[in-house]
């Protein structure tokens, strides 16, 4: 350990860890306490869980609600809507498990003191879209985070998880995690007899739209690092849809969201010229895609495909047309309101541009991509499925359990169940908090065991860029460029670039191909092998240092995913160019990897799609 020896190390011992206090992990750590009363569960975060997560800066919908009680909709109408979105490939019966709890879910949140909106003729839920409700937001992630806290034995925040710790008498067993305190700089080892893993989706995998310091106005947090699929697929979880990316068509520069707009305040969008071309695209889309392309409403990469293409053709900026949306005052504060709940900058945005949404169109584009399970795609790990209605293959005992042995996931950790969202995530940690309790009563004495050598183990690795910028800094004569190692923010921008430019990014219009791939994954490798010399000024540059190995590791599953894929299933979010349209006889099937930590090797396999909901 050298020049690090004197850095302390702390044991927690749990039954249950959760890692991340987002949404899956706030309702993983309440669920697990309602069934597991005398269960000692630990949450564990890198920021703090008053604020942390995607949901941070909170919300102006909540885009999972069936509203069953009123008739709305029923969970089966669900599953068709995802399913349509996904151009046919989703875990039916995840979403469907999801949709049948996600009401309850909703209502214990307004019993927690969240405002959710009301149509006030009918006294039901004011409804955005289909499957929206309108809160107010602000504080939707403090009032998660209040029911998860009173529900714990522990909550560590400002620890970065960085791997989880195997079993050492179970090969495929998971026993915990280690991890840093970012303010004090201990090693913390979590011994646990099951894990629930939520640690949140990618950002910052692909070159972003914004540029310089505009670099952390991204449409997903920037803190959102990859740590749901880096942790898990490290641990040999199989992982599937990993090339299912998502790109969102969003107001340009501040990354507004456009639902309220479109759905609620019926605002159109048009070229430059005034004309709407969506319908117009029908029969090359149904060229590429076939029947998909006449799913009602059209999938949303058909939607950005569209858009795309007037772009090419040059007839943008696309304008959503705000100015004729907006006609009284009611109207005006939603539109404003929508931004200033969970998208402050793009209000700042409008301000700046003299842009008044009253008077004057704003324009839209499509965003950079980004790896995130919960939101309208299907990355993430492949989990077993609910006992009554998942088929058999697609179950191997405790609902939401990853491959590997006590290892749980909730929203953008599991894959395959897309359009959880905010609500839809919390229920899935829930969903998950009571298969492990179970798992864990179903243990009895077999606890797992992790050894002293892969503590020690990794102990050195986590604190190595420390120990890298320590020594290699005598070598730098002028500035801050190393000869011997390469700064987090330095090797973030070489990941971003390689896959902006080789695997499907805004600089290609999110094109890619064989021979584009290959040399990506020819400059990942070599991306890796200087991590190994990633230096950390301080703790703060070691969680940067972490956060880019969790995205190294993610963007790889992304291309590797990508390469296997031999067609262009979603068009829109990318394009094969040398499979350029869908190909159902060969790919209507979910991608799968499995990632050998020992040796280094990536096993590629087809896993079968099953329809259970007419
Ligand atoms: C821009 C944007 C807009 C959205 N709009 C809506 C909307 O209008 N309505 C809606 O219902 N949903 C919306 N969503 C979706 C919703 O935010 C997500 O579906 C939900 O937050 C996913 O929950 P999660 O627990 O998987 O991730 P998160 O809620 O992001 O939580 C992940 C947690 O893990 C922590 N963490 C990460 N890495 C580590 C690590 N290594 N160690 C320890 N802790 C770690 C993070 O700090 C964070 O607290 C939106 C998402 C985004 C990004």
């Given at each position: 350990m050298g020049l690090f020896s004197s850095r302390k190390t702390r044991i927690v011992d749990t039954d249950i860890l959760v890692i991340g206090g987002g949404f899956g992990g706030c309702g993983a750590a309440y669920e697990s306490r309602y069934w597991g009363r005398n269960l000692k569960v630990t949450l564990v975060e890198k920021?703090?869980?008053?604020r942390s997560g995607a949901v941070a800066h909170g919300?102006?919908?909540?885009?999972?609600?069936?509203g069953m009680r009123w008739n709305e909709n029923q969970p089966e109408d669900f599953v068709r809507y995802a399913r349509g979105d996904l151009m046919g490939l989703v875990r039916e019966d995840l979403i469907y498990d999801i949709a049948r709890h996600v009401d309850g879910t909703v209502h214990l949140f307004e019993e927690w003191g969240l405002p959710i909106m009301t149509?006030?003729?009918?006294?039901?839920y004011l409804r955005e879209g289909k499957w929206q409700v309108m809160i107010h937001g602000e504080s939707y992630k403090p009032i998660i985070a209040e029911a998860a806290r009173k529900s714990v034995s522990d909550v560590h925040n400002r620890i970065m998880v960085t791997h989880l710790l195997m079993d050492s008498t179970h090969p495929n067993r998971v026993a915990g995690a280690v991890g840093f305190n970012?303010?004090?700089?201990s090693f913390y080892v979590f011994r646990a007899k099951a894990v629930i893993v939520a640690a949140g989706g990618a950002s910052h995998i692909f070159k972003p739209r914004s540029v310089g310091e505009?670099?952390?106005?991204?449409?997903?947090?920037?803190?959102?690092?990859a740590s749901a699929y880096g942790l898990v697929l490290n641990a040999g979880a199989q992982m599937i849809q990993m090339e299912n990316r998502i790109v969102l068509a969003r107001f340009?520069?501040?990354?507004?969201?456009v639902g309220a707009w479109f759905l609620l305040l019926k605002a159109l969008a048009t070229n430059a010229y005034g004309e709407r071309f969506e319908a117009s695209m029908l029969e090359e889309m149904k060229s590429l895609v076939g029947k998909y392309a006449e799913t009602t409403p059209l999938p949303t990469c058909l939607r950005n495909h569209a858009v795309l293409q007037e772009i090419k053709a040059g007839k943008?900026?696309?304008?959503?047309?705000t100015q004729n949306a907006i006609d009284t005052r009611e109207k005006e504060e939603i539109g404003w309101e929508d931004f200033l709940d969970m998208t402050v900058g793009q209000a700042v945005v409008w301000a700046s541009q003299n842009i008044d949404p009253k008077e004057k169109p704003s324009e839209l584009i499509t965003s950079e991509p980004y790896v995130m399970g919960s939101h309208a795609t299907c990355s993430g790990a492949w989990a077993s499925g609910p006992?009554?209605?998942?088929p058999a293959d697609y179950q191997?005992?405790?609902?939401?359990?990853?491959?590997?042995?006590?290892l749980f996931g909730a929203g953008d950790t599991i894959?395959?169940?897309?359009?959880?969202?905010s609500s839809g995530s919390f229920t899935e940690g829930r969903i998950a908090g009571k298969a492990a309790v179970r798992f864990v009563m179903a243990l009895a004495g077999s606890t797992p065991q992790v050894d002293e050598a892969q503590i020690n183990t990794l102990r050195e690795e986590v604190f190595k860029p420390l120990q890298n910028h320590a020594i290699g800094?005598?070598?730098?004569?002028?500035?801050?460029?190393?000869p011997s190692y390469i700064s987090p923010l330095h090797g973030l921008q070489r990941l971003e670039k390689i896959m902006d430019e080789?695997?499907?990014?805004?600089s290609t219009l999110y094109m890619t191909s064989e021979p584009m791939l290959d040399r990506g994954l020819e400059l990942l490798t070599m991306l890796k092998e200087d991590l190994d010399h990633i230096g950390a000024t301080d703790l703060h540059q070691l969680q940067r240092a972490w956060e880019l190995k969790h995205r190294v590791w993610t963007s790889e599953a992304v291309l590797r995913h990508t390469l296997y894929r031999?067609?262009?299933?979603?068009p829109g979010y990318y394009y094969r160019g040398d499979f350029p349209k869908l190909d159902?006889?060969?790919?209507?099937a979910f991608t799968a990897s499995r990632y050998d930590a020992k040796t280094g090797e990536w096993q590629m396999s087809k896993l079968p799609v099953h329809h259970i909901v007419a």
């Open positions: 920021a703090n869980i008053e919300l102006s919908a909540i885009n999972c609600y069936m149509n006030p003729e009918t006294g039901h970012v303010r004090d700089g505009g670099m952390g106005r991204t449409w997903y947090a920037p803190w959102s690092s340009k520069d501040g990354y507004g969201p943008g900026p696309i304008y959503m047309h006992e009554d209605c998942a191997w005992g405790y609902n939401r359990m990853t491959t590997v042995e006590g894959g395959g169940s897309a359009h959880k969202f800094r005598h070598q730098i004569v002028a500035g801050s460029v190393a080789y695997v499907g990014g805004i031999q067609e262009t299933r979603w159902d006889a060969d790919w209507h």
